[in-house]
Antibody, heavy 120, light 107 residues
């Protein structure tokens, strides 16, 4: 059974940093592109970042470039999102999501999400 | 960025109804369009990919069509468990973008 379990969310002050983790199981992690998608309270979905299986291709949404860093450890079946210079508008539930398959960018499995609150 | 515009933003329908949601892209995205269902407090669930392909295990009352800039998502025979918010998502260009969502309620 595919499982994605996020952790690391919490309350952080503006300008602060936080590192999110996503533990994957039930599939061959090192063969899938992985993503972070976020959802502000009461709002829609926003793609944040993606990373290819070998970390060769990394992409970010413009508003996260330079502040967020996606990474993965295939030996540990884990995905990470290092967030810095956090702003109030980064407050959201952050989901890790698996890419569907080669050639199709659809998110077929999602974690339960971890809430990040940026507030003083 | 490609803008995805869904309509309506909210919709009320009765059990058994046929429900249609539309999604319009700001530019041609071929068929690189997916649909998700999100129930309150839950993660989104992939329903359809590439505009018209039903994800494994998804009931056949869900269907999708379209290409280019105009897409539709249809539920034929609405069930109580279909109450959710539905999102379209394009992957023709980075950044991948979602529609604003359509909240579906039961009358």
């Amino acid at each position: 059974e595919v499982q994605l379990v996020e952790s690391g969310g919490g309350l952080v002050t503006p300008g602060g940093s936080l590192r999110l983790s996503c533990a994957a199981s039930g599939f061959t992690f090192n063969t899938y592109t992985m993503n972070w998608v976020r959802q502000a309270p009461g709002k829609g979905l926003e793609w944040v970042s993606s990373i290819s299986p070998g970390s060769n291709y990394i992409y970010y949404a413009d508003s996260m470039k330079g502040r967020f860093t996606i990474s993965r450890d295939n030996a540990k079946n884990s995905l990470y999102l290092q967030m810095s210079s956090l702003r109030a508008e980064d407050t959201a539930v952050y989901y890790c999501a698996r890419d569907y398959q080669a050639g199709v960018v659809a998110f077929d499995f999602w974690g339960q999400g971890t809430l990040v609150t940026v507030s003083s | 960025d490609i803008q995805m515009t869904q309509s309506p933003s909210s919709l009320s329908a009765s059990v058994g109804d046929r429900v249609t949601i539309t999604c319009q892209a700001s530019q041609d995205i071929s068929n690189y369009l997916n649909w998700y269902q999100q129930k309150p407090g839950k993660a989104p669930k992939l329903l359809m990919y590439d505009a018209s392909n039903l994800e494994t295990g998804v009931p056949s009352r869900f269907s999708g069509s379209g290409s280019g800039k105009h897409f539709t998502f249809t539920i034929t025979g609405l069930q109580p468990e279909d109450i959710a918010t539905y999102y379209c998502q394009q992957y023709d260009n980075l950044p991948y973008t979602f529609g604003q969502g359509t909240k579906l309620e039961i009358k």
